[in-house]
């Protein structure tokens, strides 16, 4: 009797693992177990030649060093319109150090980009990914969950993204940051993606504001979907650093990028890691009651 009164108590505590409680004390904004390593790559599939740089969950950090042990879900990342890739680091190695795969193609990088080739580009780095585990000497052999895909990005590569799970049904999860309207549309395309979206905005956003860009794509896709709104945000927030015609809001740097990985992160260890203590942070109150963040979405 002693022993199952304990358990109760443990349980209203919050200090039994699997309760509500224990999964709300996560923090996915803070830096996950793994250290971080990179490498870069010429991802060639589905006759495309893409350079990119791969983040991974590494047994020490930096260029080329050891991947850690297991098997980890893949994610493509785009970048802005004319911004380098090197300005999402933070976020793209914050994924990796939670187990993620994460290549970032640096193609497109010019003054009239092509966002459907965008789109495929962000899809051949994750097929020559795929590629990758079954690739003898690879250093990524044995090491995808071939079947847990992601895309995300920002603005552009946010808009790009979206076209590319449009055109890819192996895409399992989307998360994208300032997503703009593309040509092809991006809206027209969120209509016939069936794996869960969720779109991150800034309420201040000046060059891409969310009532002309991410809420048109966010109606456009059926349900699972989210809109999850920085109040405060800007477009540029979503970078490690400003450069030329960016914007400014009225919250931190820091505090959005803080809030960009911790909901992108849940987003993703939901969707494709299967990690039970993520849902709360996707659709439960740490969600539905952040006070960085509107929350918006259909389950």
Known sequence: MFSRLLVLSLICAGLVVGTPAAHAAVDYAQ??????????????SGGRSVPSRVF?????????????????????????????TSKYTG????????????IVPSTQGGLSPNHGAFADDLNAALGWLV????????RFRDHVVTAALGVSGHSMGGGASVLAASRNPAV????????????????????????????LAG??????PPADHQRPIYTAKRAPKQLRT?????????MDSSGLFCDSGSTTRAAQLAATKRITTAWFRHYLAGDPAAVDHVWGQPARTDPAVVFEGVQ
């Open 31 to 44: 830096p996950g177990s793994h250290a971080i390593g990179y490498v870069d790559v010429t991802a060639v």
């Open 56 to 84: 991974y969950p590494a047994t020490t950090a930096g260029s080329g060093t050891a991947i850690a042990t297991g098997r980890f879900p893949a994610i493509a990342f785009g970048h802005g319109f004319l911004q380098a």
């Open 91 to 102: 976020t793209t190695g914050h994924l990796a150090s939670w187990g993620f795969l994460v």
């Open 131 to 138: 590629a990758q585990d079954s690739t003898a000497g690879s």
């Open 172 to 199: 399992k999860a989307v998360s994208t940051m300032a997503a703009a309207e593309t040509t092809p549309s991006a809206k027209a395309a969120a209509a016939t993606i069936a794996a869960p979206a969720q779109f």
């Open 203 to 208: 309420s201040q956003d000046a060059i891409a």
């Open 230 to 238: 920085v109040t405060g945000g800007f477009h540029c927030g979503f």
